[in-house]
């Protein structure tokens, strides 16, 4: 049968392109060269669904295929002899033609977004040396008759979702060097014929689900440099003559289920190796003695095995970065010199992590520890140390996580732990720490998680740790201490994770100013001597998901403090002195899971639905005064007294007739004083309700004028369609404000102006910019001026941070880290959750977008720019607005206004929902929907939804991706868990924004649903 890519066939398709116009018929030397190539790249470009970058936007018939972008032909024939487009944003198919190109050496189209099958035609290339298709999203299982391409020194299909087993005709290449199948779905047994490929240099085939042994025919290739074959299912034990093949360097076999023990004297035979690493194995037996030799290697990592016994002399590693021992069973617990292998490392001078956590090490931390002086990770948790922490850990001034977690120290924190200003992450729980928490605490501004719980501090808490300016957890609780808690703890506004100081002996009252931790999640006091009322500031703590108060001397009612928590999944009130009725609104707390207020004096009815309605979701246990609720309570009916009713019902009878027949005549003239009253004042009534700047105060246009320099241009902050916006100082309140003048010359900026302070006068949330004040007057020419008046947020807009790569602080460039967009994201959901459902009449922005998106100093989000919003009716997606709002015709912003608004529709919340999708996408790719990338129908959302899951990093902002801050030794440091967490994280947010900017309104994401899975993210992460 002849080929249907036949070079007649081949004529034929010229002649239908250039009948359709794509082409023209030998128009030019422009053609010349071989019709065929020309015809097959063509056709590839056919297949692309997207070309962002436009690449192959040269691909036409002005010019010859050889001077195409990606193209490289050879000299003497003119054919092609390369197609290298790699990471070049391209998605679509891969057509077949490609296996025409009969001259083709090089297929380099990795980091793309291709997808479907793997055509079977590149079989036929058999010219071809190196096929990089890593990276894409190819499906269906590897062609069989790639094996035909016998002169291949590259075979790349890593990184897709192919399936099946690996061919058994592979077995026919003979000088293939590089084989790449990592990050597949690939199934079966890893074929024994690879031992029989001598030319292979590197093996990477982990990420699948292939079962079985290793192949013990891999110690025939000589050759060998690199084996990769974690995250599989590999089992039994290795090869008896694996360890033999000297010219390996990498052994990478993590997460298998591999057993058996490593040769003593493995580093003997392995004298290249650079990279041991099989963690979370079966291993067993001793470390190899032989470590002691391996001068080359720069990271080994056996933890998450079961070895056993002393650990070796690691004297003659000299160039290791990366020691990880932790989770096996290594030392003996009883003898005191477990740890006496440690002054071997004080040769290993390049050493940035020691990992020996959960071990049986026992014996006291040495001095000597502060000459590891490039050590950045530092852990010994849960084992058997004793004896007080050295004062010379303070030397190690590279340090960025400490965790000494559940041994037996004691003594004191050392003074010197302030000398460790890169510290990030201190665990020092579990322990017999003992006296006061020092004050050198103060210089550790850059610590983010703080673990002291379950010693025995005592004393006061330092108001010291009000310093630490950085922290998002601190757990301090199960120890001995007293007194007031510091109201420096209260200011720290970076806690956002939790804050854990419970099962101590702490007093007073609480402060009557909590707004600086609104972003905290978990909040535990239970357990202390905390007395008098809760404070009704507890209300703006509206982030808390999980709020403990539980077994202190708290009083009074709860219903103040408790009605803006609506995030609430857990609270605990039980073992106070609460009073008064449980509050009903408790029944709307949608999130709430458990709920426990026994031991306390409430009283009255038990509600019945939400969180009420399962008796195992709640407690009331000792409070005899309550009634009612559902029937597993058994409880009494709560009484209705009837007497009193009647009593009520007959005295309002009596003064009802009392009334009639002695006031009459004065009742009348009352009302008729009432009406005449209103009539002659209506007009003025209805001027004043609706007139802008009786809604809020004012100040007057001199003040402004005076606040802002007479609006200089070094005041200016920036401008929009109805507004310029300019820094100043009012005298009034004495500080920096922003200050909003409308453009009144501009059509719809008057009603921009009623709009704004309409929607203003009744919301108030965290995460919503604050009115200060506003003014509506006129200027010194007489010229009508409104203007309106918010808190200077210095830290500037999100759009700033986005596209003006950072700002530059002290000389040094700033950019918004992986864990602040997320809690930037989670601000502006939660703020678009209150416009919502929680404001009263759900109100629309209608013109979310990063620019009107504020920060402030703690980069603490706040949605700003009122201007377009609009009232909609409750359970309304859409419907009509109010007065104020109703001629306002303008719906967004065009990239971020959802496309309904565009054929006419009503503004909805799902509107507002669309463009917080984008913003999400914008936020995590740094990418503007309008930016010159997306025409031809690419979209922002189309590329996102073509990138995830695979190509998610090449489409993520590349501040993210590739910190310059973070070295290649850093980063693969970080590989195994926080980079494969970053991952996950920008594959769940970015599909997060997908959802949310789907083209049809119903099918996109619940925002309440998008405050959760952020939430979950940000745990994770």
Same mark, same amino acid.
């Given at each position: 049968m002849n080929s249907i890519f036949s070079p007649s066939r081949f004529v034929v398709a010229y002649f239908l392109l250039f009948l359709s116009g794509y082409i023209p018929l030998y128009k030019s030397s422009s053609i010349t060269g071989n019709i065929t190539d020309r015809l097959s790249l063509l056709s590839f470009k056919v297949?692309?669904?997207?070309?962002?970058?436009?690449?192959?936007?040269?691909?036409?018939?002005?010019t010859h295929f050889c001077s195409w972008i990606g193209i490289t032909c050879s000299l003497k024939h003119q054919r092609v002899s390369k197609l290298d487009l790699h990471s070049s944003m391209l998605v679509g198919s891969l057509s077949p033609s490609l296996g025409n190109l009969t001259f083709l050496r090089e297929l380099q189209l990795y980091n793309n977004s291709f997808n479907g099958e793997i055509p079977p035609e590149i079989g036929k290339l058999s010219r071809l040396k190196y096929l990089s298709l890593e990276n894409n999203s190819f499906s269906g299982e590897i062609p069989r008759n790639l094996s035909n391409c016998f002169n291949l020194i590259k075979l790349g299909l890593g990184g897709n979702r192919l399936i099946g087993s690996i061919p058994i005709e592979f077995q026919?290449? $003979?000088?293939?060097?590089?084989?790449?199948?990592?990050?597949?779905?690939?199934?079966?047994?890893?074929?024994?014929?690879?031992?029989?490929?001598? &030319?292979?240099?590197? *093996?990477?085939?982990?990420?699948?689900?292939?079962?079985?042994?290793?192949?013990?025919?891999?110690?025939?290739?000589?050759?060998?440099?690199? /084996?990769?074959?974690?995250?599989n299912n590999l089992t039994g034990n290795f090869p008896p003559s694996f360890f033999n093949i000297s010219s390996l360097t990498n052994i990478d076999i993590p997460l298998n289920q591999i057993q058996g023990s490593l040769p003593d004297d493995i580093f003997i035979t392995l004298p290249r190796l650079q990279k041991?690493?099989?963690?979370?194995?079966? %291993?067993?037996?001793?470390?190899?003695?032989?470590?002691? +030799?391996?001068?080359?290697?720069?990271?080994?990592?056996?933890?998450?095995?079961?070895f056993t016994g002393k650990v070796p002399s690691f004297e003659g590693m000299k160039k290791i970065e990366w020691l990880a021992l932790n989770k096996n069973e290594l030392g003996n617990g009883r003898d005191n010199d477990d740890l006496n292998f440690m002054s071997s490392l004080l040769n290993c001078t390049q050493l940035q992590l020691l990992h020996l956590?959960?071990?049986?090490?026992?014996?006291?931390?040495?001095?000597?520890?502060?000459?590891?002086? +490039?050590?950045?990770?530092?852990?010994?948790?849960?084992?058997?140390?004793?004896?007080?922490?050295?004062?010379?850990?303070?030397?190690?001034?590279?340090?960025?996580?400490?965790?000494?977690?559940?041994?037996?120290?004691?003594?004191?924190?050392?003074? @010197?732990?302030?000398?460790?200003?890169?510290?990030?992450?201190?665990?020092?729980?579990?322990?017999k720490l003992s006296d006061e928490i020092p004050s050198s605490f103060e210089n550790l501004t850059m610590l983010t998680e703080l673990y002291l719980q379950e010693n025995n501090f005592q004393g006061t808490i330092p108001s010291a740790i009000g310093k630490c300016q950085s922290l998002l957890a601190m757990d301090i609780s199960h120890n001995n201490f007293s007194g007031y808690l510091p109201k420096e703890i209260y200011d720290l506004s970076s806690l956002s994770e939790f804050l854990?100081?419970?099962? +101590?002996? #702490?007093?007073?009252?609480?402060?009557?100013?909590?707004?600086?931790?609104?972003?905290?999640?978990?909040?535990?006091?239970?357990?202390?001597?905390?007395?008098?009322?809760?404070?009704? $500031?507890?209300?703006?703590?509206?982030?808390?998901?999980?709020?403990?108060?539980?077994?202190?001397?708290?009083?009074?009612?709860?219903?103040?403090?408790?009605?803006?928590?609506?995030?609430?999944?857990?609270?605990?009130? @039980?073992?106070?002195?609460?009073?008064?009725?449980?509050?009903?609104?408790?029944?709307?707390?949608?999130?709430?899971?458990?709920?426990?207020?026994?031991?306390?004096?409430?009283?009255?009815?038990?509600?019945?639905?939400?969180?009420?309605?399962? @008796? $195992?979701?709640?407690? %009331?246990?000792?409070?005899?005064?309550?009634?009612?609720? /559902?029937?597993?309570?058994? %409880?009494? *009916?709560?009484?209705?007294?009837?007497?009193?009713?009647?009593?009520?019902?007959?005295?309002?009878?009596?003064?009802?007739?009392?009334?009639?027949?002695?006031?009459? /005549?004065?009742? %009348?003239?009352?009302?008729?004083?009432?009406?005449?009253?209103?009539?002659?004042?209506?007009?003025?009534?209805?001027?004043?309700?609706?007139?802008?700047?009786?809604?809020?105060?004012?100040?007057?246009?001199?003040?402004?004028?005076?606040?802002?320099?007479?609006?200089?241009?070094?005041?200016?902050?920036?401008?929009?369609?109805?507004?310029?916006?300019?820094?100043?100082?009012?005298?009034?309140?004495?500080?920096?404000?922003?200050?909003?003048?409308?453009?009144?010359?501009?059509?719809?900026?008057?009603?921009?102006?009623?709009?704004?302070?309409?929607? #203003?006068?009744?919301?108030?949330?965290?995460?919503?910019?604050?009115?200060?004040? &506003?003014?509506?007057?006129?200027?010194?020419?007489?010229?009508?001026?409104?203007?309106?008046?918010y808190p200077h947020l210095v830290s500037g807009s999100l759009h700033d941070w986005l596209h003006e790569t950072g700002r530059s602080i002290q000389g040094q460039r700033r950019h918004l880290t992986l864990i602040q967009r997320l809690s930037i994201a989670i601000d502006v959901a939660c703020a678009l959750d209150y416009l919502h459902h929680y404001s009263g009449t759900p109100l629309v922005h209608c013109d979310l977008k990063p620019s009107n998106v504020l920060l402030d100093s703690e980069f603490v989000a706040h949605v700003s720019d009122f201007g377009l919003a609009k009232f909609?009716?409750? =359970? &309304?997606?859409? &419907?009509?607005?109010?007065?104020?709002?109703?001629?306002?015709?303008?719906?967004?912003?065009?990239?971020?206004?959802?496309?309904?608004?565009?054929? =006419?529709?009503?503004?909805?919340?799902?509107?507002?929902?669309?463009?917080?999708?984008?913003?999400?996408?914008?936020l995590f790719t740094g990418k503007s929907p309008t930016n010159d990338i997306f025409s031809n129908g690419l979209t922002l959302h189309n590329l996102a939804k073509s990138a995830i899951p695979k190509r998610v990093l090449e489409i993520s902002d590349p501040i993210l991706v590739y910190d310059d801050d973070d070295d290649d030794d850093e980063w693969e440091e970080k590989c195994e868990y926080s980079k494969d967490g970053m991952m996950k994280c920008l594959i769940s947010v970015i599909g997060i924004g997908i959802s949310c900017s789907t083209e049809f309104p119903r099918e996109r994401m619940d925002i309440k649903s998008v405050i959760n899975e952020l939430y979950s993210i940000r745990d994770a992460l």
């Open positions: 297949g692309l669904i997207s070309d962002p970058l436009q690449v192959t936007q040269s691909w036409n018939e002005s026919s290449f $003979s000088n293939l060097q590089l084989f790449f199948l990592y990050l597949n779905n690939l199934t079966g047994e890893l074929p024994s014929y690879l031992g029989n490929i001598s &030319s292979l240099v590197s *093996i990477s085939v982990g990420g699948n689900s292939f079962t079985g042994k290793i192949p013990d025919t891999l110690d025939r290739l000589k050759n060998l440099e690199y /084996v990769e074959l974690g995250l041991l690493n099989v963690l979370r194995n079966q %291993l067993t037996g001793n470390i190899p003695s032989s470590v002691s +030799n391996a001068t080359e290697l720069l990271l080994f990592a056996i933890n998450g095995n079961g956590s959960e071990n049986n090490f026992r014996g006291s931390l040495p001095r000597f520890i502060g000459n590891f002086s +490039n050590l950045r990770r530092f852990a010994m948790g849960n084992n058997q140390i004793y004896g007080n922490i050295p004062a010379e850990i303070g030397n190690i001034l590279k340090l960025e996580t400490l965790y000494l977690w559940s041994n037996q120290l004691t003594g004191s924190i050392p003074d @010197s732990i302030g000398k460790l200003q890169q510290l990030k992450i201190l665990s020092l729980m579990q322990n854990d100081i419970s099962s +101590n002996s #702490l007093t007073g009252s609480l402060p009557s100013d909590l707004i600086s931790l609104e972003h905290l999640v978990l909040l535990n006091l239970s357990n202390n001597k905390f007395s008098d009322a809760v404070p009704d $500031s507890f209300g703006s703590l509206v982030g808390l998901r999980e709020l403990y108060l539980a077994n202190n001397f708290f009083q009074g009612n709860i219903s103040r403090f408790l009605g803006s928590l609506k995030s609430l999944e857990i609270l605990d009130l @039980s073992h106070n002195n609460f009073t008064g009725e449980i509050p009903e609104f408790l029944e709307n707390f949608s999130f709430i899971s458990y709920l426990n207020l026994s031991f306390n004096d409430f009283e009255g009815n038990i509600p019945t639905e939400g969180v009420f309605q399962n @008796s $195992s979701q709640f407690s %009331l246990d000792n409070n005899p005064m309550l009634c009612g609720g /559902v029937a597993e309570l058994d %409880l009494p *009916i709560c009484p209705k007294s009837e007497k009193s009713s009647k009593s009520r019902r007959s005295n309002l009878l009596k003064l009802i007739i009392s009334i009639s027949s002695s006031s009459l /005549v004065m009742g %009348l003239l009352v009302l008729l004083f009432m009406f005449v009253y209103y009539q002659k004042h209506k007009k003025r009534l209805i001027s004043s309700e609706n007139s802008a700047p009786n809604l809020l105060p004012t100040v007057s246009f001199q003040s402004l004028y005076k606040a802002t320099d007479g609006f200089s241009e070094a005041n200016f902050i920036g401008s929009g369609n109805f507004s310029s916006v300019y820094r100043g100082i009012l005298d009034e309140i004495r500080t920096v404000v922003a200050i909003k003048v409308l453009k009144l010359h501009v059509k719809g900026a008057g009603r921009s102006f009623l709009a704004e302070c309409e929607a #203003l006068r009744s919301i108030r949330h965290r995460n919503l910019v604050k009115v200060l004040t &506003s003014c509506s007057s006129v200027d010194f020419q007489g010229n009508e001026f409104k203007a309106i008046v909609v009716q409750e =359970g &309304s997606a859409s &419907s009509t607005t109010n007065q104020i709002n109703s001629s306002v015709g303008v719906k967004g912003t065009i990239g971020y206004a959802a496309p309904e608004y565009g054929m =006419g529709r009503e503004p909805s919340t799902y509107g507002d929902v669309y463009s917080y999708g984008i913003l999400l996408l914008e």
